[in-house]
């Protein structure tokens, strides 16, 4: 599947608004409507069927959509220990769209993103990212780009050649949620010691899958995809 390289567009207009302009503008027709997660997951898999796929749009369908706890609540699945993730709709092998659950205190290590775009919106709670450029050689330390609080609806967006990264729920009493899309799919990817620069691989599973645990899960290392 080729994807279009994203191009974040800047403008001393509402940004969101100059996006959604020129978003249809480029596309030639209305945005769709996103008023609920099932029209999520419906755009998604209209904007996939084509083998190019315009990350902006993507990126629009994301930011639209407003949480309801109703719509998800179904697939916030938490685990004591660790953040989990939890399928939501595999996109028929193009993408995975997945609900990742955070207790207090609970973070991901610092991680790359297999060649793939990923997308993070916050259903419950926020979420600290931590960006990171890639070590120039192989056992530097890593050195910290940016760092930003995401509220609730708050939308990022990350690729490898934007960085590495960590997400944590930096809160001592309150959880968290986030809607994360992956394309392509992906169920290994690359993890950092931020002091040495050594990498090491890392496989991420489902914790459960459309709503249901996934009985097959295996105690492995925490997943590291965020």
Known sequence: MSLCVYQPL??????????????????????????????????????????????????????????NPAEWKKYAKFDRFKYTRNLVDDGNGKYNLMALCWGEGHGSSIHDHANSHCFMKILQGSLEEVRYDWPKEEEDELKESGRKILNLNDVCYINDSLGLHRVENVSS??????????????DRCSVFNQKTGKKSQATVTFYSMYGKRNKDLKDISTPEDN
Do not use: Q, W
């Open 10 to 67: 800047n403008s001393d207009r509402n940004e969101e608004e100059f996006c959604e302009i020129t978003l249809t503008k480029h596309l030639g027709h209305s945005l769709p409507e996103i008023c609920s997660l099932s029209d999520v997951v419906s755009e998604l898999s209209k904007v996939f069927e084509s083998e190019k796929v315009n990350v902006e749009l993507v990126h629009y369908i994301m930011r639209s959509y407003k949480s």
């Open 173 to 186: 009493y309150d959880t968290a949620i986030s809607l994360h899309l992956y394309c392509p799919p992906y």
